[in-house]
């Protein structure tokens, strides 16, 4: 879901799930935040904290890290989003 702020800013919440390339399921919730554009610029924000819940095995690691991502409006095709994610060390 999205929530439209007075000052321009959105609050996005979107609770997903993923498939690894070995197939397993993951929970993700990504909680964000972005604007129409920065004052002055072109450039939008888009920033999100994706949290992960993922079965124990090879993946387990997902659960136990703080990710940041960031948005990117995908090009052609249908409507849609590319997330970039990045763990914090």
């Not at 979107?14 to 554009?37: F, K, P």
Request: glycine letters at 10%.
């Amino acid at each position: 879901w999205q929530l439209q702020r007075a000052d321009d800013y959105t609050l996005i919440d979107a609770d997903y799930m993923i498939e690894a390339d070995d197939g397993v399921q993951i929970h993700v919730r990504n909680r964000g935040l972005t604007n129409s554009r920065l004052k002055g610029t072109t450039t939008r924000y888009l920033r999100t904290v994706p949290e992960f819940e993922a079965p124990a095995g090879p993946h387990e690691w997902l659960n136990q890290s703080i990710f940041v991502g960031s948005l990117q409006a995908g090009a052609g095709g249908p409507p849609s989003v590319m997330v970039h994610v990045f763990r914090l060390g």
